[in-house]
C-alpha cells in the first residue's frame, strides 16, 4: 500500500484503497499498517453501514453496548455520534445529548469502562462541520516510549480502575447520574498494553480512569491527570479535520482520542464502529492478578 505519514511519531495516510472492496488478502496489508502505525486515514471514500460492519468484522467481534459483543447475523445499527435528532433538528449545547457529547472531548479509549475493551475504533465522516469538530489522536505508545523513568516508575505494573459515569460526571452530575451511564461494574485493567505482534508497549488509560489500584485516591488522581498530560503533548498529537468520506481508525489499546468544540447549531454526523478485543490482541494480559 502507498501510504504517508500523518505525523513524524505515529499514524499514516493510506492511498488507493477503497475500503467496501477489501478483500481477506487485502485487509491484511491493512491490519499490518495497523499494528505497526497505531491509526489509519483513508480520505474519499465511498462507505455505507453494511461495508461498514463487513469491515469492522475483519478486525474482530463488534461491539454492541447493549449485548456487549455482537455475533454475525444479529441486528445492529451502527451507531451515530452525532448532535441531530431523528427529525433532522439539532440538539442544543446545554441538552443531555450535547453534554454528553462534551464529555467525548475528554483524552479517552473507547469502552475501557466494559468487561471487554475495544481493540479499534473505525470512524466515518457523514455530515461535517465548516469549522471546528475536529478528532484529535494522541499517541501513548510514542508518548510512553518517550517518558522519563521518574513517571514511568509510578505507574509500570501498577492497574487502573475504570468507569464511565466518572468521566461523565467531569462535564455534568446530571449527565452522570442517568441510568445509561452505570450499566456496568468498575473494570480494573493493567496500565500498560504491549502489542502481542510486534512487543511494542504503550500507556492505557483514559478519562474514565478514576482510581490507581494501591494507591490513596489524591495521589492516584494526580498521577492519572500526569500520566495523560505527558502524552497528550504536542509531539504526540494528530488532529483531523473532517471530510465528508474520511474513514479514521486507530488502535484503541495505544492511542487516545477526543472530539474538539464547534458551533453547536451546525449538524455533525460521524458513523462508529467498535471492535471488542481478543485473546490475539493482548487483553487477557490485561487483566490484573489482584
Known sequence: MKTTPLTETFGVEVHDVELAELDTQSFAAVRDAFETHSALLFRNQTIDDAAHMRLARMFGPIEDRDTETLEVGEDFKVPRVSNVREDGSVT?????????????????????????PALVNILIGRVVTQTGGATELASTRAGWTDMPDSLKDRIRDRAAWHRLSHSRARISPELAALPMFHKWPDQLWNAVWRNPVNGAEALYIASHAFAIE??????GTKLIDDLIAWVTQDQYLYSHQWQVGDVLIWDQRAVLHRGTAWNYKEPRVLSSICVSATATDGVDAMRPIV
Open 92 to 116: 442544543a449545547e446545554m441538552d443531555l445529548h450535547t453534554l454528553n457529547l462534551k464529555a467525548n472531548m475528554l483524552w479517552h479509549a473507547d469502552s475501557t469502562f466494559l468487561p471487554i
Open 214 to 219: 494501591g494507591m490513596e485516591a489524591d495521589e
